[in-house]
């Protein structure tokens, strides 16, 4: 939690200003008592009306005041706490977004989403709360043993007060410590059902298409399950706090009152004093009360603390090494002896690549499944890093190109078409945010997608919906092309970015890429020797390594792997 509070430097005011309020507060409480008991001993047992009239006007100007004081504190708390929150989800999506592939891999996007979300707001419950609540409940608590010990400073009756605050504090504390760790634990399985829910939702159609909706409910049951068994034991040992410290508190005021009366029988109290001394318990009570609550919600906030400062500890393996010098060539990009391995994982996914390509050249890269094509061009944009070699972008390392620059230089089309909620030109000005109409209806024409266009109410200002899904899976392509083609890249990289389109539509962007006036690197990842069949170089992978680099013609005649996908295409194709 200490690392997170940086975020209120900002709202230090707020953080002074909401305690100090609500101990005003308090202490305006704590007055109410003696004024109670001064009515009933020097009015009602006096039988002074004028000084009733006078106490109870007293009485609701602490409560005025006291309200007043609750209002500005509520305020403050407030601010501060949502302030914090919008700060710590600024900078935890900043640092997310910071991260590379691999981190973002290990820690899991529903972890994120959650952290993100859910761990958030409880941390800024928690913080409201803890403004509001956690300096008042102990100046009540031990104010009002203070004024207990003046109303009877023999102890005779107000030592039960110090007795009652050890045993409270005893259960307090000692269930905190105890539920601590039980609510890591349940968080971290709200983590894997929110996996499980996510997977099920996006993966809703395969779910259906195979009738496997009986299995991934029986799944989706244990997972809740387990979490609901997490939460029932820690809700458990939590309930545990508010019946104890009634208990406790309760018969603390039995015992109270009876000593209270030997003490007035005996003339050593007056009726007054043993009242505010009951009123003194009870105030006891009801803040105990609440900060067993408040103890609660810390004990979540803290937990969730930790799981945000988790993330924020995680440091990118992606460091920019220092600027050396840059090699004088042509080549747009160089692979030297490069290795791959992903975190975690027990082989190379890509191992030994060497290859260079020349400024403007049309590179294919093909292979079977899981030979590492998506791999080998994510290491372009530096979405991994090597774990040894060198790739080296205009003769100069990826590490040592800051991120901005590298990506500038950079338009990637994944193999996932992936479009964002808004209108068709905020979609295309990812690319580009500078981009006028012209230059986006032009790269949306070369992408293949201007009938698309054409054919939406609106134009560009057409509403994509979130994910793309009022188009069809070849329109979301054509259009994720057409947003890389926006900012003119000198690298454009297609993973296999053209599944959806028809052999024709293919070969038409294939020629209209071809034919941009200016000249950049294409890269091709395709399952489809009838894609990258034209290229100046195609380079084939077998299970993460080069097994053959050449022109379509020569790979046909030396390449056993290239020869085996084309005739198995052939016959399908009709080439």
Known sequence: MKKLLVYLKGYRKECVLAPAFKMLEALFELFIPLVVASIIDNGIGKNDSNHVIKMCLIMVALGAIGLTCTLFAQYFSARAACGFSAKVRHSLFAHITSLSYTEIDTLGTSSLINRMTNDTNQVQTGINLTLRLFMRSPVIVFGALIMAIVVDPSFKVSGIFIITILLLSLVVFGIMLITIPLYKKVQARLDTTLLSTRENLSGVRVIRAFSLESKEKSKFHQKTSALNKAQILVGRISALMNPLTFVIVNLSICFLIHKGALQVDKGNLTQGQVIALYNYMSQILIELVKLANLIITITKALASAKRIEDVFEIKSSHEIE?????????????????????????????????????????????????????????????????????????????????????????????????????????NMKWGDQNATDEEIIKAIETAQAKDVLLSKEGGLDHQIEEGGKNLSGGQRQRFTIARALVGKPEILILDDSSSALDYATDAKLRKAIANLDYTPTVFIVSQRTASIAHADKIIVLDDGKIVGIGKHNELLESCDVYSEIYNSQFKKEGM
């Open 322 to 426: 220092d600027f050396k010098s840059e090699q004088k060539n042509d080549y747009a990009v160089e692979f030297k002896n490069v290795t791959l391995k992903y975190k975690g994982a027990g082989e190379p996914s890509l191992e030994n690549i060497d290859f260079s390509v020349s400024k403007g050249e049309t590179v294919g890269i093909i292979g079977g499944t899981g030979s590492g094509k998506s791999s080998l061009v994510n290491m372009i944009s530096r979405f991994y890093d090597a774990e040894s070699g060198e790739v080296i972008v205009n003769g100069r390392d990826v590490k040592s190109y800051d991120f901005d620059t590298l990506r500038e230089k950079i338009g990637v089309v994944p193999q996932k078409a992936v479009l964002f909620k808004g209108t068709i030109r905020e």
